[in-house]
């Protein structure tokens, strides 16, 4: 079953998408599965696909991320559970498709302490056990996102370049500390999951045109997604990029360095005329009025 036998592994945000995924993978390995999530009966499903996979032991745990307190009380919990930590993937997170100047303080307060803060603590919570377990690996999802700046994701493109630095430098501390833990930093491209679905749109009346332009782009499956991070972490890669789309616009932004943006403008005007041809297509109103609240606000955070 290869390395992961036995080794108990955290997901957060597993109810759907790369989480589910990653459990079912890491289940094929003969791991002992902490899943959790907000959304409790996804998450079960998640738990049962885990089980038929092989999982030794699978447990679940209700959790918002965004909650300090509750990943601390969750780290102590999975420890006494299970006896150790050894592997943690802070995979939790969320969208918000709006532009600087429409944003507001909520929903960036709301992204940020998902996608960004969920991620700082869930690792200061559970570095301590990794290292205790001898053999630790810390997964942190961020997103090709987080190596390119794209207009309508400034929120999300802060929360995900802070992400990749954030994890950068705790893998050089425990470089240099020779803490017995790997650290990995994941950027997915365009993965098919409901993270688009559940977004927060600012101009919702656009909401499904959206959609339907990323499930255009978006080519890779949660498996293959998942299978791709679990070779990763086997190899000890730091920078795990997932997906063609990931490696081509990696590639670019090393080869053109900040004149990429020039191009990215490019191909924003492209994909807006996309959306509105697409919006057009399926009868939206400009005149709609945005929803006070999103699915996402009282469902899973979706990755």
């Known amino acids: 079953m290869g390395r992961f036998d036995d080794k108990v592994v955290v997901i957060t945000g597993a109810a759907s998408g790369i989480g589910r995924a990653l459990a079912a993978a890491f289940a094929k390995r003969g791991a ?14 998640s738990a049962e696909e885990a089980g038929r996979a092989g999982a030794r032991e699978v447990r679940t745990y209700r959790l918002d991320v965004s909650e300090r307190p509750a990943i601390l009380d969750h780290a102590e919990q999975v420890r006494g559970d299970f006896g150790r ?16 100047l429409e944003q507001s303080h909520e929903d960036l307060d709301w992204l940020l302490g998902i996608n960004l803060q969920g991620v700082i603590t869930g690792s200061q919570a559970f570095l301590p056990h990794l290292i205790a377990s001898g053999d630790g690996h810390l997964v942190n999802v961020s997103s090709i ?18 992400v990749r630095g954030y994890t950068e430098a705790v893998a050089i501390e425990m470089e240099v500390r020779n803490h017995p833990v790997q650290v990995h930093c994941v950027h997915p491209g365009g993965i098919r999951t409901n993270i688009c679905r559940s977004a927060r749109v600012k101009r919702a009346n656009r909401r499904d045109a959206l959609v ?15 299978a791709i991070i679990l070779r990763g972490v086997d190899r000890g890669k730091r920078r795990i990029f997932v997906g063609p789309d990931a490696h ?3 590639l670019t932004t090393r080869m053109l360095g900040s004149h990429y943006q020039k191009l990215v403008a490019w191909a924003a005007r492209r994909s807006e005329e996309r959306v ?28």
């Open 145 to 162: 996102f987080g190596m390119i700046g794209v207009p309508g994701q400034s929120a999300y493109n802060a929360a995900k370049f802070a």
């Open 248 to 250: 081509l616009i990696d």
């Open 32 to 45: 002992r599965l902490a899943i959790s999530d907000r959304n409790q009966e996804d998450l079960a499903a």
């Open 212 to 226: 339907r332009a990323f499930d255009e782009m978006a080519r890779t499956t949660p498996e293959q997604a998942a």
């Open 276 to 303: 509105e041809t697409f919006a057009a297509e399926m009868g939206a109103d400009e005149g709609d009025t945005p929803p006070a609240e999103t699915s996402v606000a009282k469902g899973a955070t979706t990755r």
């Open 85 to 100: 930590v050894n592997v943690v993937v802070n995979n939790a997170g969320v969208a918000l498709a709006a532009e600087a």
